[in-house]
Structure formats: C-alpha cells, structure tokens
C-alpha cells in the first residue's frame, strides 16, 4: 500500500523557516513527481511547488518565489519543501501527493488533479 506521510509543519512567527518532509512508503519516490499543495478552510487548494521524477525541473506558484525550496532526495524515499521567510498568507495545511508515474514533467501540478497519491496534510500556522 503506498502512502505519503508529511511532517514539519508547525507554529512559526513572520519571518522564520520551516522544513517540510514528506516520506514515502510502499513504494519508491524516485518514480513520481511530488507537489505540495495548500488547503485553507473556506479557500479552494492551492498548488504550491512541483518537483519532477529526475529532479532537474521545479515549479513554484508565484508567491512562493525565492522564498520556497523544493528538493527530493530518493535514496531517504522523502521530498522536502523548505519555507523561509514565512509570512502569515502561507498558512494552512500543507499535503504532498504523487503524480501518475507516466507523468515525467510537472504536468498537472496546477491543479492536483491527476495526483494518485496524496499524503494526510501538516499543518502550518504563522502567527506574531
């Protein structure tokens, strides 16, 4: 059964960094393209960074910019997200998912919907 398990959300103040893992079981992560995507209670998922199989292509949404780091490292089976200056609007729940293994490219990553596996969510709170 494959699953992804996300950890190192948290309560962090303006400014500060988080890292967030996101571990793969069942299977190797090295086959799939990961994103990380952002829920808001009330907003609409948001798609926050991509990854591809091959780690040489990496996509992120526009506020994130400079500020975000995604990387993978497939020998641990695990995906970071590494969150610097962190502000208030990035707050929410944070989920890593799998794209199809047919997808080479961050095809899809916009909206998530073609994502097969999708991990149980960190929560990512950044309050003064």
């Known amino acids: 059964q494959v699953q992804l398990a996300e950890s190192g959300g948290g309560l962090v103040q303006p400014g500060e960094s988080l890292r967030l893992s996101c571990v793969a079981s069942?299977?190797?992560?090295?086959?799939?393209?990961i994103g990380w995507f952002r829920q808001v209670p009330g907003k609409e998922r948001e798609a926050v960074s991509c990854?591809?199989?091959?780690?040489?292509?990496?996509y992120y949404t526009g506020p994130v910019k400079g500020r975000f780091a995604i990387s993978r490292d497939n020998a641990k089976n695990t995906v970071y997200l590494q969150m610097n200056s962190l502000q208030p609007e990035d707050k929410g729940v944070y989920y890593c998912?799998?794209?199809?293994?047919?997808?080479?490219?961050?095809?899809?990553?916009?909206?998530?919907?073609?994502?097969?596996?999708w991990g149980q969510g960190a929560q990512v709170t950044v309050s003064s």
């Open positions: 069942g299977t190797a992560v090295g086959y799939y393209g």
């Open positions: 998912a799998a794209a199809p293994p047919t997808y080479y490219s961050c095809a899809g990553w916009r909206t998530g919907n073609d994502y097969i596996y």
């Open positions: 990854i591809n199989r091959n780690e040489d292509d990496a």
